[in-house]
Nanobody, 123 residues
Framework: VQLVESGGGSVQSGGSLRISCVIS????????VGWFRQAPGKEREGVAS???????KYADSVKGRFTISRDKDKNTLYLQMNNLKPEDTAMYYC??????????????????WGQGTQVTVSS
């Protein structure tokens, strides 16, 4: 199993970015997947999750600005980030859990993790 993120970069406040995560090892993956982030000096936190049946859940801090989606044919997870703020600066990780009906933002629910992609938002 391998998760590989891409698409991170540097943007100005108010800008947009889409990051991706290709998941290999699960043909036509329907497992619960999510995005987490960790800023320097802070603990890793859940950002967005999408469940087996495509229900979504977002952290309050990103609701209305971020959108999680997946392409099951391509085994690819996306996070569209709009109206980015400096406080969104962090390393973003994708993760894969089990066959959950309910999305989860808890790290303990995920077994597989990517290496991360850096997102930097300047003011």
């Amino acid at each position: 199993v391998q998760l590989v993120e891409s698409g991170g970069g540097s943007v100005q406040s108010g800008g947009s970015l889409r990051i991706s995560c290709v998941i290999s090892g699960f043909p036509y993956d329907t497992g619960c997947v999510g995005w987490f982030r960790q800023a320097p000096g802070k603990e890793r936190e859940g950002v967005a999750s999408i469940s087996t049946h495509d229900y979504t859940k977002y952290a309050d801090s990103v609701k209305g600005r971020f959108t999680i989606s997946r392409d099951k044919d391509k085994n690819t997870l996306y996070l569209q980030m709009n109206n980015l703020k400096p406080e969104d600066t962090a390393m973003y990780y994708c993760a894969r859990g089990g066959q959950y009906l309910v999305p989860s933002l808890l790290q303990v629910d995920y077994n597989y993790w990517g290496q991360g992609t850096q997102v930097t938002v300047s003011s």
